[in-house]
């Protein structure tokens, strides 16, 4: 990709938007590191996208203290530009299933044993007795 000056303009600018990304999560608090992706560098202007309305204006009150830690970092950035880009939405998380001791299982049932019929005793009663 480096001899073709055409890729070689795009390889360079992918570099420059994944570091100025990873500066931009070091300065920033972390829920924006999930929730913004840095577009671009423009005359000195960094340019962000965030998922919604609410973190684009935190994002505008905290501009000047998250500037002030780009410039310390080495950046040549005097300003921040957020717009809202509804559709980038981090990726899911997966669900991992917890699952119960036979311990707890034992316990929830006992528990269950000494209470009047209620749909808390129905209740316990049914979740001492999953498995999975």
């Known amino acids: 990709m480096s001899d073709d000056p055409q ?11 994944m570091e100025l990304q990873q500066h ?7 829920y924006f590191a999930q929730s913004c992706q840095v577009t671009g560098l423009r005359q000195g202007t960094l340019h962000i996208a965030a998922n ?9 009150q905290l501009a000047p203290e998250i500037v002030s830690k780009l410039q310390d970092s080495g950046c ?12 980038y939405a981090p990726p899911p998380k997966k669900h991992t299933p917890r ?12 528990l269950s044993a000494s209470l009047a019929d209620s749909p808390l005793k129905q209740a316990l009663e049914k979740f001492s007795q999953k498995k999975d």
Request: aromatic share 2%; glycine share 6%; hydrophobic share 40%.
């Open 76 to 87: 040549e950035v005097s300003g921040i530009r957020v717009r809202v880009q509804v559709g």
């Open 52 to 60: 919604n309305g609410t973190l684009a204006a935190k994002l505008r």
């Open 24 to 30: 931009f999560c070091h300065a920033a608090p972390p």
């Open 7 to 17: 890729l070689r303009s795009l390889l360079d600018t992918a570099q420059t938007l």
């Open 99 to 110: 699952i119960l001791t036979e311990e707890a299982q034992q316990q929830l049932h006992e």
